[in-house]
């Protein structure tokens, strides 16, 4: 299994580049000047190109492609420009608030619908499975945004359960923590909660019609150990690859959502680094966004293995 990892590794570095290539590329194909933006509206045509200069952006196109990229494999993601630190400095410092809310919604999510799914597919066609389907249909229609947003009226403003902003770090207590945190980690997790309970309730209808759990039933086994053991335990390859889907969905779509709730995260970061042309930063960020992806594939193929005894990549 570790020539497996290890092949899964080496097969993501051309991956990489190529993220970092078209990150690079999107980025200077986007209008506005960073020497603008940086020096303002009223600055003279000599004071922005010499900070053209000192960016190195009067360089041509593919010189500038390849000093970054040099940069890169020297471990330099180079210096914000908004910021004025290190693009590494500054994502870790966001990382946590991240971190943080997609491991909430992830835990919302994964029981949530997998628990959905497998209940709506023993009630087959009742009107449980009707109400899931339709709150599943629900949450994968619906923007996020604008769930976000009903919910900061209801939740903070009209009822005053939850704040409406803000990050509250761990340290400073558990449930203070989970008070910022819940509220747009549910937001987050609901259309992960909808695409879940709809592959598992399809997965599980396929399940329950093959002969062997009809042999289970008619031996006697109960119905919680014929669904629970012999079915469910035969969709968890499924479930599984839906599981890490839905995690690099989470850490892609906390760029919205931490947005509407000015979390200070990695997501929020991206968006303020596009609004102001500061290619470091995006094209840092979008790069070690891309490393998290592959990072959580390869971790599935780790887990496939301890899932299913058959897989073995030796």
Sequence with gaps: MSNSVSFRIAQAIPVMLLVAVLTFFLMHLLPGDPAVIIAGDQASADAIQAIRHNLGLDRPLLEQLWLWISHLLRGNFGQSLILN???LSAVAERLPVTLSLTAVAFVITIPVGIGLGVIAAYWRDSWFDSAVMGFALLGVSVPNFWIATLSVVLFSVHLGWLPSAGYVPLAEGFWHWLAALIQPAVVLALFQIGF????TRSEMLEILDQDYVRTARAKGVSEFTTVGKHAFRNTLMSVVTVGGYILSLLIGGSVVVEQVFALPGIGRLLVQA???????????TMLLLGFAFVLVNVLLDIVYTFVDPRVRYD
């Design 85 to 87: 630190q290190p693009v």
């Design 196 to 199: 879940l309970a709809r592959m």
């Design 274 to 284: 596009i609004m102001a042309r500061d290619y470091p930063t995006v094209q840092g």
